[in-house]
Nanobody
Framework: VQLQESGPGLLKPSQTLSLTCTVS??????????WNWIRQPPGKGLEWIGR???????QYSPSQESRTSISRDTSKNQFTLQLTSVTPEDTGIYYC?????WGQGTQVTVSS
């Protein structure tokens, strides 16, 4: 199973971050899978953002739930993270993962 993140690397404060994870080798609707977004701010540990499971239901970290939305496109086998009203504190490397497999990560920088 391979996962690949894509999306813009540089945003200004207050913009909306949109990242897509393209999955190959497994269907995102396969029973038992959860598809997660994780980030790592500079100098800090990994932070779970949220997930969409095989049924399509979602869960989000309480700390960012009001700004976070995860959706999917089953025809493309992709799932997407949207994070609104970004600030410099949202800077970091963003990963998608099903816990057994990880994307390579994509750098997101929020700066004016």
């Amino acid at each position: 199973v391979q996962l690949q993140e894509s999306g813009p690397g540089l945003l200004k404060p207050s913009q909306t971050l949109s990242l897509t994870c393209t999955v190959s080798g497994a269907s995102i609707t396969s029973n038992g899978y959860s598809w997660n977004w994780i980030r790592q701010p500079p100098g800090k540990g990994l932070e779970w953002i949220g997930r969409i499971v095989y049924s399509g239901s979602t869960q989000y970290s309480p700390s960012q739930e009001s700004r976070t939305s995860i959706s999917r496109d089953t025809s493309k086998n992709q799932f997407t993270l949207q994070l609104t009203s970004v600030t410099p504190e949202d800077t970091g490397i963003y990963y998608c993962t099903n816990w057994g497999n990880w994307g390579q990560g994509t750098q997101v920088t929020v700066s004016s």
